[in-house]
């Protein structure tokens, strides 16, 4: 049974950092392309982070990019989302994904999901 569970959220003032992970059982995460999501309440779920291939591709959406690091430690089958400066726009529920589409910047090509962790930046 596959399962990816998330952790590391919480409450953070804006600026801070946190670091969500994701661990997996069940797969490999070496073996997948691994998505970060986020949605935050009335609007739509969107894009945030992935790391693709068995080399571990990096790839940020604009709002990540420059400030959110993602990475996989294939040894503890865990991937990570390294968030700093964050804004009160970051806060939603983030959701990790595992899939092995080749379209991999689409959650539709993710089979497997996460129950996700509340991020919420304020002051």
């Known amino acids: 049974q596959v399962q990816l569970v998330e952790s590391g959220g919480g409450l953070v003032q804006p600026g801070g950092s946190l670091r969500l992970s994701c661990a997996a059982s069940?797969?490999?995460?070496?073996?997948?392309?691994v998505g970060w999501f986020r949605q935050a309440p009335g609007k739509a779920r969107e894009e945030v982070s992935f790391?693709?291939?068995?080399?571990?591709?990096?790839y940020y959406m604009e709002s990540a990019r420059g400030r959110f690091t993602i990475s996989r430690d294939n040894t503890k089958n865990t991937a990570y989302l390294q968030m700093n400066s964050l804004k009160p726009e970051d806060t939603a529920v983030y959701y990790c994904?595992?899939?092995?589409?080749?379209?991999?910047?689409?959650?539709?090509?993710?089979?497997?999901w996460g129950q996700g962790t509340q991020v919420t930046v304020s002051s």
């Open positions: 994904a595992a899939g092995s589409g080749y379209q991999w910047y689409r959650a539709d090509e993710y089979d497997y």
């Open positions: 069940g797969l490999f995460l070496d073996n997948y392309n």
């Open positions: 790391i693709v291939g068995s080399e571990g591709r990096p």
